[in-house]
C-alpha cells in the first residue's frame, strides 16, 4: 500500500495523472470505475481543463463503482457529475462510457451491470477485473455505496449490490468487495479534515478498523493500492508523534 499526502488538490490531481498516463501508456486500452461524491469532482476539471489534449480518450473504458438510483439528468447521479467535469470536455468514446442504469429497478440493475462488467472486462475466477478502481470514503468510512450499517454487502457473491444511505435512506448500486479486491490497481481519493481519523485509523490499521469501516476491507488481491490525499484528511498521519 502507498500513501500519498498532498499540500494542495492542484498537486494531488497532477500526480494521479502522471500515473494514469504511465499506465495508458503501456496499454491498448485501459478500463477505469470512476467514484462518486465531491472529491473527484475536482479530479475530473483538472483533467479536462489541463489534459483535453494529451491524453488519448479513447482508449479509456469508464465504469462506476457505484451509483445513486436517481435518473442520469439527476443532480445526485455520478454518472451526471462525470459527464459535465469530463465527459463534455474531452474526446471519449461514447461506445466506452458505461453507466449503470440508477433509473430503473435496483435488483434488476445490479445483476445486468454485473453481466455487463462480465462481458466487457477480463474476469479472474468469474470477477469481472478493472484496471484501475477509483474510490471515495465518506466520513463514516463508507466507500462506494457500502456503509457501516450494511457491511455484510462487502462480502456479497453478488458482483454488484444494492444499497441503501443510513440516512437519506436513497437506494444505490454498489460494486462488492469481490469486485473492488480484484481490480488490478485501487485509488483511494480522500480529502477534508473530517475524515482524517478514520484514514489513520484504516491505514495503521487499529481500532478494529476493518470491523467498523468498509473502506478498510479495501485490499487488493494485487496489492496496488494508493491512498491519495490532501493534507487535512492526512494530517494525522504526518504530524509527528
Ligand atoms: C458516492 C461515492 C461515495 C463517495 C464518498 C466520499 O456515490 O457518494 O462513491 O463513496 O466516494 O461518499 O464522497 P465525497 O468525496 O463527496 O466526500
Known amino acids: 500500500m502507498k500513501t500519498k499526502v498532498f499540500d494542495n488538490l492542484n498537486d494531488l490531481n497532477e500526480d494521479f495523472t502522471l500515473w494514469l498516463k504511465e499506465l495508458l501508456a503501456e496499454k491498448e486500452d485501459l478500463s477505469i470505475a470512476l467514484s462518486g461524491g465531491n472529491t473527484p469532482r475536482t479530479l475530473f476539471r483538472y483533467l479536462a481543463t489541463n489534459h483535453a489534449d494529451d491524453i488519448d480518450w479513447s482508449k479509456i473504458k469508464f465504469f462506476w463503482s457505484d451509483e445513486r438510483c436517481v435518473w442520469p439528468t439527476d443532480d445526485d447521479s455520478n454518472y451526471k457529475m462525470a459527464k459535465e467535469s469530463l465527459f463534455d470536455h474531452v474526446a471519449v468514446s461514447e ?139 492526512g494530517r494525522e498521519l504526518t504530524q509527528k508523534k
Not at 98 to 110: L, P, T
Not at 112 to 138: A, H, I, K
Not at 192 to 212: M, S
Open 95 to 233: 461506445k466506452n462510457i458505461f453507466r449503470i442504469r440508477g433509473e430503473n429497478d435496483a435488483y434488476k440493475e445490479a445483476r445486468s451491470y454485473q453481466e455487463l462488467l462480465q462481458n466487457e472486462l477480463e474476469t479472474v475466477n468469474g470477477v469481472p477485473q478493472f484496471d484501475v478502481l477509483m474510490l471515495g470514503m465518506g466520513e463514516d468510512g463508507h466507500t462506494a455505496s457500502i456503509f457501516p450499517h450494511e457491511m455484510n454487502l462487502w462480502d456479497s457473491h453478488n458482483m454488484c449490490v444494492v444499497a441503501t444511505h443510513p440516512k437519506t435512506r436513497q437506494m444505490r448500486i454498489s460494486l462488492s468487495g469481490q469486485t473492488i479486491n480484484a481490480a488490478k490497481n485501487v485509488v483511494f481519493l480522500v480529502t477534508g479534515a473530517p475524515k482524517d481519523k478514520i484514514v489513520k485509523a484504516i491505514i495503521e490499521d487499529n481500532e478494529n478498523a476493518q470491523e467498523k469501516y468498509p473502506a478498510a476491507r479495501v485490499q487488493p488481491n494485487s496489492g496496488n493500492l494508493t491512498w491519495y490525499l490532501d493534507s487535512y484528511a
